[in-house]
C-alpha cells in the first residue's frame, strides 16, 4: 500500500509539473527549409511545410517594378547567377541591388545554395548540392500562395512571418516597401492580431511607423541584432534588451527577435548560463522568437542541436528560427 501511495505522489508531481511547464516552443522555418533547399525558393517553402513549421519565414524586398520579392538581402550576389547572367549591371560597390532588376529579369536567374561571390565557396558545404533541377525566386504573393494552398489541401495550417528588410534603404532609393507589402499581407487574410501571421522587422523607426502610420493591426516583431545597434537602422539592442525598453517596446509590438547568444551566453558548454532576457520580455508581456537554430552550425555553448533546442526551451522561448524545421521533433 505505501508503494502505491508513492506512486501515486510521484505521478501527481509529474503531472503538477507537466501543466506548469510551458508548452514546447514552436518552430518558424528559417527562409523556408534553407538547411535541406536553397533558401526562400518554392521547394523550401513547400519541404517546410511539409515539416510541420508552425510558421513560414518571408524576408521581402523591392524590384524595379515595386513588386515585393522573397529574398534575405537586397542584392543577389550570393544566391543567384546574376553576375553571369546580366554582366555589367552591378552598381559601384560591385554588387548587384534587386531594386534594379524588373521581375521579369528577376524570374531568369537561378537561385543556387548561399556562396561567398569571391572565392565560389559554399557557406555550408553540407548543405543541398543536387543538380539538374533550375530553383527560382518567388515574390510575395507567390509564397504566400503556396502556404494558403498547402493549408487547405493539408488541412494543416502554417502561418506567415514576413521581414521587412532595410525598410529606410528603400526609402532613400524612393520605395516604400512596408506600403507595398501591407496590401499583399491583406489580400491574403493576414491583418489582425487573430490571424497567424508575426511582421518583423529590426529598424525600430520602421516598427513604429508600422503601426503608428500605416496603421498595420497585425502582431508585431522588433528584431534586436547582438551588441549594439543594426547596421543600416537605428534598433539599439543595449536599451531595448533591458526591462525599461522592452516595456516600451510593448507600446508598439508584440514580441521580440533576439540572435540566440543573447538568450544563452557561454563559450563552451561547461560555461554557459541562461540570459535574463527572455524573463524581462515576458515580464513586459513580450513573446521571445530567437534566431537560427542551425544544427550544421551550433553554438559553442550547445553539445548537440537537442541540447541546444532543450536551453531555448528551459529559457522559456515562445518560437524560435531553424533551417532544420521538423528537426527538433
Known sequence: MRSLALASSLLLAVASLAVAADPAPFEIAHRGASGYLPEHTREAVVMA?????????QDVVLCADGVPVV?????????????????GRAREDGKHYALDFTLAE????EMRERFKPATGERVFPKRYSGSGTVFRLVTLEESLAIIAGLNASTGREAGVYPEIKRPAWHLAQGKDL??????????????????????QCFENAEVRRL???????????????????????NTDKA?????????????????????????????????RRITPLVADARAAGLAVHP???????????????????????????????????????
Open 71 to 87: 529574398l534575405h538581402d537586397i542584392h543577389l550576389d550570393d544566391v543567384s547567377d546574376v553576375a553571369t547572367r546580366f554582366p
Open 178 to 199: 512596408s506600403s507595398a507589402v501591407l496590401p499583399v499581407l491583406k489580400r491574403f487574410g493576414y491583418q489582425d492580431k487573430d490571424d497567424p501571421c508575426y511582421l
Open 106 to 109: 528577376l524570374k531568369q536567374l
Open 239 to 271: 536599451k531595448f534588451g533591458r526591462l525599461e525598453g522592452l516595456q516600451e517596446l510593448s507600446k508598439w509590438v508584440d514580441g521580440i527577435g533576439p540572435p540566440l547568444g543573447e538568450i544563452v551566453m557561454g563559450e563552451s558548454v561547461d560555461d
Open 49 to 57: 511545410h511539409g515539416l510541420g513549421a508552425a510558421y513560414i519565414e
Open 291 to 329: 534566431y537560427t537554430a542551425r544544427a550544421d552550425d551550433l553554438p559553442k555553448w550547445a553539445s548537440d542541436y537537442d541540447d541546444l533546442i532543450g536551453l531555448l526551451r528551459k529559457a522559456g522561448v515562445a518560437g524560435f528560427f531553424t533551417d532544420f524545421p521538423g528537426l527538433a521533433r
Open 211 to 233: 503601426r503608428d502610420t500605416l496603421g498595420y493591426q497585425g502582431r508585431l516583431i522588433q528584431l534586436l541584432g547582438g551588441g549594439g545597434k543594426i547596421s543600416g537602422g
